[in-house]
């Protein structure tokens, strides 16, 4: 078969943070002619075939807008909800995600990892795949966007409760507990926006959800860590080593999830912590409160 044309554009890259970064030495390892935009180096990206968008998720739609590349390949390296309510991926013509257990620093020092390429465009799977997967970075292709980017954001704010579970001194069995109640919430919210329950079970949800929920290095962890060991909100999310996405996505993914008519206690839980409606302690006891049902 011809080499695929479109693999010989450069590849864009949209960020300069930690995950862009990593994202940009991972493609140049991997033989692609990479271009990375960032505020103080504004390169120009139009002649790019594909363009891997690592902004924090509060900013990726609006800065895709404004470059004016809303009609280019696109594949989102963020997770989250925006300030619009929209994933990331959402409402774009030829758009898909890049979503699994994968810490930046461990893609940039070329570690073992896997990850899924989720769009219904199979052109945009085939490029991605072919641009940028290699033997230690495997990429699984998958046509269920809705159900990869509902794992991708709500497993930041599980970790949160992961992080808060802890830091309380509650014990790894509640934390196990909680993780896996928060399956089932991301399963029942992802089924009812449209997604699929067998995406939930793979890389961009489970895979990533327990890598968010254990390593030391997740943002969202360390933030709800640092709330069980009652630090205030506000303190936490100074304190961050960088963006703590799970934080403005809690009470988005919420609001999301009682529109399609869908239960989420523990994000919930985290949204009324993180927004100052109730304190951790209120929260738990809510938690631990429910009615028991059957599984």
Aim: one cysteine or more; hydrophobic letters at 50%.
């Amino acid at each position: 078969m011809p080499p695929d044309p479109s693999c010989s554009t450069p590849l864009g890259i949209i960020g300069g943070g930690a995950w862009g970064r990593a994202l940009a030495v991972h493609a140049q390892r991997a033989g692609q002619d990479v271009r990375v935009w960032t505020r103080s180096a504004q390169t120009d990206l139009a002649p790019c075939g594909l363009v891997l968008v690592a902004l924090p998720v509060a900013h990726a739609r609006a800065v895709v807008l404004r470059l004016g590349l809303a009609g280019h390949r696109l594949l989102f390296a963020c997770k989250g909800i925006a300030p619009d309510g929209r994933f990331p991926a959402e409402g774009f013509a030829r758009a898909g995600v890049l979503s699994g257990p994968n810490f930046a620093h461990e893609i940039a020092a070329g570690l073992p990892a896997a990850s899924v390429v989720a769009t219904p465009n199979e052109a945009l799977r085939a490029e991605a795949v072919a641009r940028l997967a290699t033997r230690d970075f495997r990429l699984y292709p998958s046509d269920d966007l809705i159900g990869a980017m509902a794992g991708g954001a709500a497993k930041n704010v599980i970790a949160i409760a992961a992080g808060a579970c802890i830091g309380a001194g509650l014990g790894e069995n509640a934390r196990a507990a909680l993780v896996t109640r928060g399956v089932a919430e991301i399963g029942r919210f992802a089924v009812a926006s449209g997604g699929r329950a067998e995406t939930v079970a793979g890389l961009s949800g489970m895979g990533d959800l327990i890598l968010t929920c254990t390593g030391a290095a997740s943002r969202n962890y360390s933030f709800g860590l640092a709330l069980g060991r009652g630090m205030p909100v506000a303190d936490a999310l100074a304190a961050a080593s960088g963006v703590v996405e799970g934080a403005p996505t809690a009470a988005a993914l919420v609001r999301r999830a009682r529109a399609v008519g869908v239960e989420m206690p523990i994000c919930e839980a985290v949204a009324a912590v993180v927004g100052g409606t109730a304190t951790l302690r209120d929260a738990m006891d809510r938690l631990l409160a429910r009615p028991v049902r059957a599984e």
